[in-house]
């Protein structure tokens, strides 16, 4: 089975401030694993994705994430919070065993201060 | 631009009724599509598979005569809430891949709020 835990549900950073929002994968295969952010009363959109080829991954709006094998994690970074980052985020895993499902994590709400 | 659209974005009907979600991939088929349900603060649970064709898969504890399931064409699957109770009043979104790879990530709907009275 596969599973994501995101540490911390809710996360306060101010604006231009470093965000860190952390998630940690338990894969008995290589994962694949993806970053979502979430708008309210939106669906979700794909910020950036690891599929085994670099381990530092850049997505959009500024976002990236580093896959640590060692540490089974892929935290999501981004140097300078800006008040539209400001959303519900989630990490979710996939892997060959199992199909085509993605598992989410509980996710993580960031708050911007001005 | 948006390439999975979901209809209605919200809707509000009475206990005992029934309701139909859209779902459509805009400028790709997809053979297989999932329903997810979301309550307030709370991740998303997948519901079940649906499959182009054939029977959707179901999630255990998800019950499959009270959420029909009909995915008749390559880009239109629905979700039927039948009997609508008040508890299943949730954020419902739906999401396909342009691809039949695993990696490949998965493109979501804008989610259908439904609030039964």
Request: proline share 4%; net charge neutral; with cysteine.
């Amino acid at each position: 089975a596969q599973s994501v835990t995101q540490l911390g549900s809710h996360v306060s950073v101010s604006e231009g401030a470093l965000v860190l929002l952390r998630c940690n994968y338990s894969s008995s295969v290589p994962p694949y694993l993806f970053w979502y952010v979430q708008y309210p009363n939106q669906g979700l959109q794909l910020l950036l994705k690891y599929t085994s080829a670099a381990t530092l991954v850049k997505g959009i709006n500024g976002f990236e994430a580093e896959f640590k094998k060692s540490e089974t994690s892929f935290h999501l970074t981004k140097p300078s919070a800006h008040m539209s980052d400001a959303a519900e985020y989630f990490c979710a895993v996939s892997g060959e065993t199992s199909g085509s499902r993605l598992t989410f994590g509980e996710g993580t709400q960031l708050t911007v201060n001005p | 631009g948006a390439v999975v659209s979901q209809h209605p974005s919200w809707v509000i009907c009475k206990s005992g009724t029934s309701v139909k979600i859209e779902c459509r991939s805009l400028d790709f088929q997809a053979t297989t599509m999932f329903w997810y349900r979301q309550f307030p603060k709370q991740s998303l649970m997948l519901m079940a598979t649906s499959n182009e064709g054939s029977k959707a898969t179901y999630e255990q504890g998800v019950e499959k005569d009270k959420f029909l399931i009909n995915h008749a064409s390559l880009t239109l699957s629905t979700l039927t809430v039948t009997s609508a109770h008040p508890e299943d009043s949730s954020f419902y979104i739906c999401s396909a891949r342009r691809a039949s790879s695993y990696n490949s990530p998965l493109h979501f709907g804008n989610g259908t709020r439904l609030t039964v009275t």
